[in-house]
């Protein structure tokens, strides 16, 4: 298994942070986090990586677990990733393929992000999640927790589609409306 450490750094004063433990804020100064990832000494070549996902087993996202902060064994067990790249033919020497990312659990690319920040939440003990959403990261989000055994609540605006408010409702999400801009009220 390749080696890499991580770590949280805030994004205003770089002050690093604790890795392993549930944080939303930098602890001196109050904003928001980043990720940074270190190869350690021991850890393999860009070959040794590549061959890594070649021989994996999992499926999806989780072939590439090698360079994800979380173990496969803490993701949903849905199938996430892994969607087909359709060729569409050559259109006047530009070769087209599409990334059908409509397979993907919930139906959005959305359920990549998703399923590795819960599955990092469900190894840090976390019970449930929490997004604002217009849409399709709140139908993911209800999706994959459910898929999880979390709970989920979704703060949705007025302007939501009355579809994408019945899928996350489907999925035994919680959904909370808020009237005016989303981004506004946040
Ligand atoms: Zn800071």
């Given at each position: 298994?390749?080696?890499?450490?991580y770590r949280y750094t805030?994004?205003?004063?770089?002050t690093p942070q604790t890795w392993g433990t549930i944080r939303y804020r930098c602890h001196?100064?109050?904003?928001?986090l980043?990720i940074?990832?270190?190869?350690?000494?021991?850890?393999?070549?860009?070959?040794?990586?590549?061959?890594?996902?070649?021989?994996?087993?999992?499926?999806?996202?989780?072939?590439?677990?090698?360079?994800?902060p979380v173990?496969?064994?803490?993701?949903?067990?849905?199938?996430?990733?892994?969607?087909?790249?359709?060729?569409?033919?050559?259109?006047?020497?530009?070769?087209?393929?599409?990334?059908?990312?409509?397979?993907?659990?919930?139906?959005?690319?959305?359920?990549?992000?998703?399923?590795?920040?819960?599955?990092v939440a469900k190894r840090g003990g976390c019970?449930?999640?929490?997004?604002?959403?217009?849409?399709?990261?709140?139908?993911?989000?209800?999706?994959?927790?459910?898929?999880?055994?979390?709970?989920?609540?979704?703060?949705?605006?007025?302007?939501?589609?009355?579809?994408?408010?019945?899928?996350?409702?489907?999925?035994?999400?919680?959904?909370?409306?808020?009237?005016?801009?989303?981004?506004?009220?946040?």
């Open positions: 298994m390749p080696s890499f450490s805030c994004v205003r004063c770089a001196v100064c109050g904003q928001n980043r940074q990832r270190k190869a350690n000494a021991d850890a393999p070549s860009a070959m040794d990586v590549v061959t890594a996902f070649q021989e994996s087993e999992s499926e999806g996202m989780w072939r590439y677990g090698a360079l994800l173990e496969a064994h803490w993701g949903s067990r849905l199938r996430v990733g892994g969607t087909p790249l359709i060729d569409c033919g050559d259109d006047g020497g530009v070769r087209l393929r599409i990334k059908d990312e409509a397979r993907n659990p919930s139906g959005s690319l959305k359920d990549r992000a998703t399923e590795l920040v819960l599955a019970k449930g999640a929490v997004t604002a959403s217009t849409g399709n990261a709140g139908a993911s989000l209800a999706c994959i927790a459910a898929a999880q055994a979390m709970a989920a609540t979704v703060v949705v605006p007025a302007s939501t589609p009355l579809a994408k408010l019945a899928q996350i409702r489907a999925y035994g999400a919680n959904v909370c409306e808020i009237g005016g801009d989303l981004r506004r009220r946040l």
